[in-house]
C-alpha cells in the first residue's frame, strides 16, 4: 500500500494524473473523473499540496473522484487546456483569456489579492537605473509564464537590450541562481517571492513591483458548463468553512471574488504572446 502511495506521488510531480479517492471511499478507478489542471507557477508536489483543500470540497459537491494534474511548464499546460485535457484550469489571467477566447472555457472566479509581478536582484546589487541591465542575463520562467513576459515588457518599455533571458523551472531556482550569480535580475511573481525561505529571501531585494494584475483564474472546460453554477457555489461554501480559511491565509490569497470577461480581456496582449510561443513550439 505505501509502495502504491509512492507510486501515484512521483506519477503527479511528473505532471501526470494520479488517481484521487472518491467521496464513497473508492479509488480513482472509477468511470468518471472530475481533472482540475493547475499552471505549474511552482513544484508539482507543492501544487498537488496545496490544492489538496480545494479538491475535497469540490470532489464532496460534484459526487465524483476530483484530480489535481499540472504539466511540466506553462507552454505545455496551455497546450492542453486547449486540447480541452482539463475540465478546470486554474492558471494565470493572461492563459485563462487564451482558453477563453481559443477553447470556450468558462471564467469562474479568481482570487481576492493583488497578484503582482516582480523583478528581484540581489541585496548588494544597486541598480542606478534600468539601463544598468543592459548586456547581462536576466532570469525567468516559462516563456509564456505571466511574469516572464511582464519582465520582459518592461525592459522593453525601458530601453533595456539584455544579452540573454535563461528560462528555469520554478522561482527558488530564480533565487538560487541569483545569489549564484548567474543572473544580474530574475521575473517571478510577489507571493512566490514571499514564499522563499526568510534565509533566502533576506539576500534579494524586489527592484521593481508591478500594479496590480488578475490573479490565477478558475476557468471551467465549456463540456462542463452545466456544472457552472455548482461550482460556484461549492466554492463560495469553501471559502466560509474553517478549511477554506485556512487555505486562503496559508497561501495570502485572502478569499474567492468574481472575474468578468471584461476583467480578462484587458490580458489580451499577453494572451497574443502565449498563441506566438505555441505556435513557434509547432513549427
Not at 484521487?20 to 498537488?48: C, K, L, M, W, Y
Not at 509581478?117 to 534600468?130: E, G
Not at 533566502?200 to 472546460?221: D, F, K
Amino acid at each position: 500500500m505505501l509502495k502504491t502511495a509512492w507510486k501515484w506521488v512521483a506519477a503527479m510531480m511528473l505532471g501526470l494524473a494520479a488517481p484521487a479517492v472518491a467521496a464513497d471511499g473508492a479509488d480513482g478507478a472509477s468511470a468518471e473523473s472530475f481533472r482540475i489542471g493547475v499552471a505549474p507557477h511552482t513544484s508539482a508536489r507543492v501544487i498537488i499540496e496545496q490544492y489538496q483543500p480545494v479538491r475535497a470540497a469540490l470532489q464532496n459537491a460534484l459526487g465524483v473522484p476530483v484530480e489535481i494534474i499540472t504539466a511540466p511548464d506553462f507552454t505545455e499546460f496551455a497546450r492542453r487546456a486547449l486540447a480541452l485535457e482539463y475540465d478546470m484550469a486554474i492558471t494565470t489571467a493572461h492563459q485563462a483569456e487564451l482558453l477563453r477566447a481559443d477553447a470556450g472555457y468558462l471564467p469562474v472566479v479568481t482570487y481576492a489579492a493583488d497578484f503582482r509581478a516582480v523583478i528581484v536582484v540581489p541585496a548588494s546589487v544597486r541598480l542606478p537605473s534600468p539601463k544598468a541591465l543592459d548586456g547581462t542575463t536576466v532570469l525567468g520562467l516559462n516563456p509564456s509564464s505571466l511574469v516572464t513576459l511582464w519582465g520582459l515588457h518592461w525592459l522593453k518599455d525601458n530601453g533595456v537590450a539584455v544579452k540573454s533571458v535563461r528560462h528555469v523551472s520554478a522561482a527558488d531556482s530564480v533565487a538560487q541562481l541569483l545569489l549564484a550569480g548567474d543572473g544580474a535580475a530574475g521575473f517571478m511573481s510577489l507571493a512566490n517571492f514571499q514564499k522563499l525561505p526568510p534565509p533566502i529571501q533576506a539576500q534579494l531585494r524586489m527592484e521593481v513591483q508591478s500594479q496590480p494584475i488578475p490573479g490565477r483564474v478558475y476557468m471551467l472546460n465549456r463540456d462542463q458548463g452545466g456544472r457552472l453554477e455548482k461550482i460556484k457555489a461549492a466554492l463560495a461554501g469553501f471559502a466560509k468553512t474553517p478549511e477554506g480559511k485556512r487555505y486562503f491565509d496559508d497561501n495570502k490569497l485572502e478569499n474567492y471574488q468574481p472575474i468578468t470577461v471584461a476583467d480578462l480581456q484587458s490580458m489580451g496582449k499577453f494572451a497574443d504572446e502565449v498563441r506566438q510561443v505555441l505556435k513557434e513550439g509547432a513549427k
